[in-house]
């Protein structure tokens, strides 16, 4: 993969999402979006001294919720 937060935010921004870009505890580069109400953050992972990233996971996390899988996956 190999691309940069930066990119990646660009991306995010282009298509109407808001990208705040950050740094994790580790160090390693991190966005907080959002789509629909719900607010996500995508963390990267496999990075060199937080640069040259190798993976991104997109996370989110609901509580007080009853959405079903059906629904998670329509999201």
Known sequence: ???SEESIATVLR???YQAEVGKGSDG???IRS???GSKFTLLFFGCTKGQ???SV???T???G???DVKKVNQW
Do not use: L, V
């Open 1 to 3: 993969m190999n691309a």
């Open 14 to 16: 282009a298509n109407g």
């Open 28 to 30: 390693d580069p991190i």
């Open 34 to 36: 959002g789509a629909g």
């Open 52 to 54: 040259e990233c190798t």
């Open 57 to 59: 996971q997109f996370y």
């Open 61 to 63: 996390g609901y509580t």
């Open 65 to 67: 919720t009853s959405a």
